[in-house]
């Protein structure tokens, strides 16, 4: 018996701390950026969806602009979360654009990163071959849980 409850509580040992880092809830995370953009998006236990983040441009000719990713009516593809960790690549515009969204969601706080880059040729018009390059650099954010 003395073997039993021994066994039994090295598995609960073990299986409660690696379930408490797993644990976040489900819902929508909004708030603002390191660059004070808005940014929001929906976790599952399996998915990030409708991820939109506002970030702010820095372009090789000198430009600087601010823009919402993606347009109001569109958002990201969904991310896989795995343990609480998401991290994923997106490509758009025929490969004039390129982003990554990684991040972790404990309990009910997202903290994540933001890296965009574009390439725009001399008529300002989005183009894999264009020269002038636009970068968003590290755009974090540490966000709440809002809803549902």
């Keep these: 018996m003395k073997k039993l409850i021994l066994i039994s509580t090295l598995v609960v040992a073990l299986v409660v701390p690696a379930t408490a880092l797993a644990a976040f809830m489900s819902g929508t995370y909004a708030g603002k950026t390191s660059q004070g953009g808005p940014v929001s998006f929906k976790a599952t236990q399996s998915k990030v969806s409708k991820f939109r983040i506002g970030v702010v441009w820095k372009c090789t000719d000198g430009d600087r602009f601010q ?10 593809p969904s991310q896989n979360i795995t343990s609480g960790n998401y ?20 309990n009910r706080r997202a ?20 020269t002038v390059i636009c970068r968003t650099g590290n755009v974090t954010y540490s966000v709440p849980r809002t809803g549902p």
Excluded: E, H, M
């Design 87 to 106: 991290n994923a690549s997106f490509t758009g515009s025929g490969g004039a654009s390129k982003y990554v969204n990684k991040g972790k969601i404990v």
């Design 67 to 76: 823009t919402v990713l993606p347009t109001k009516t569109s958002y990201f």
């Design 111 to 130: 903290n994540g990163t933001f890296i965009g880059t574009r390439k725009y040729n001399t008529n300002d018009d989005l183009d894999p071959n264009g």
